[in-house]
Nanobody, 115 residues
Framework: QVHLVQSGGGLVEPGGSLRLTCAAS????????MKWYRQVLGKERELIAT???????NHTDSVKGRFTISRGNIRGRVFLQTNSLKPEDAAVYYC?????????WGQGTQVTVSS
């Protein structure tokens, strides 16, 4: 059974940094495309970063240059390094694992950006 457990969210001041982690189990991690989404209450979930099984990455324009997705295949982890955080980055962040036309989700972690 696929299980994604997230950690690393919290409260940070504008300009600060957080590292989000998603730990995967119950799957052949290296075969999955991993993604980070975020969702603000009342809005649609937004895809912000993707890393393929081969390590190719893509970041949406609003986070490009500030956020970086990476993965560690040995331990089955995907990371989102968030730098220069802005108040508008505040959201619940979700990781997902997708392959074979299925997508699995982490539980979500709150990121709050406030002084």
């Amino acid at each position: 059974q696929v299980h994604l457990v997230q950690s690393g969210g919290g409260l940070v001041e504008p300009g600060g940094s957080l590292r989000l982690t998603c730990a995967a189990s119950g799957m052949n991690f290296k075969l999955y495309t991993m993604k980070w989404y975020r969702q603000v209450l009342g809005k649609e979930r937004e895809l912000i970063a993707t890393i393929s099984s081969g390590g190719s990455t893509n970041h949406t324009d609003s986070v490009k240059g500030r956020f970086t997705i990476s993965r560690g295949n040995i331990r089955g982890r995907v990371f989102l390094q968030t730098n220069s955080l802005k108040p508008e980055d505040a959201a619940v962040y979700y990781c997902s694992a997708s392959a074979y036309e299925r997508e699995f989700w982490g539980q979500g972690t709150q990121v709050t950006v406030s002084s």
